[in-house]
């Protein structure tokens, strides 16, 4: 904080030395009310400038919250309730991921879709839908 006071007292006085004539009497009262004020306005000059040094170091210290990425499940669901369904499609059924354990209350609802097929309707899940969820496919039998 006194670095900057002082090379400013230093340029003060280096500045009124060279421009005031040599003079006989010396400084009169006007002349030391200005030195004064003078010096004044440059020690609160200082001040702001290391107030505000100080202020900026704090806040390059000071790191906002990272960004948590979100948790994704990676719940595995059982491949065998993985079901054809019509002709190219798959879904998960509710029915065998309930046997298997499976809590499908916790499972994305848009994920959950019908399909029609000749023999009617079927619920189950998207497995496409549920892989971008987080989900992955038990491979294992």
């Known amino acids: 904080m006194f670095k900057p006071l002082i090379a400013g007292v230093a340029a003060l006085s280096l500045t009124f030395a060279a421009a005031a004539p040599a003079q006989a009497n010396g400084i009169d009262r006007d002349d030391a009310g200005k030195i004064i004020f003078g010096l004044v306005a440059l020690a609160a000059l200082g001040a702001a400038?290391?107030?505000?040094?100080?202020?900026?170091?704090?806040?390059?210290?000071?790191?906002?919250?990272?960004?948590?990425?979100?948790?994704?499940?990676?719940?595995?669901?059982?491949?065998?309730?993985l079901r054809e369904v019509g002709r190219n499609d798959q879904i998960f059924t509710r029915n065998c991921l309930q046997r298997n354990d499976v809590?499908?209350?916790?499972?994305?609802?848009?994920?959950?879709?019908?399909?029609?097929?000749?023999?009617?309707?079927r619920n189950g899940f998207d497995p496409s839908c549920l892989r971008q969820e987080g989900y992955r496919i038990d491979r294992r039998h």
């Open 103 to 121: 809590r499908v209350n916790t499972l994305p609802n848009r994920c959950e879709v019908r399909v029609f097929t000749r023999n009617g309707s």
């Open 49 to 81: 400038i290391e107030n505000r040094n100080d202020n900026d170091d704090r806040v390059t210290q000071t790191r906002s919250p990272e960004r948590q990425p979100t948790q994704r499940n990676q719940t595995r669901l059982p491949s065998e309730c």
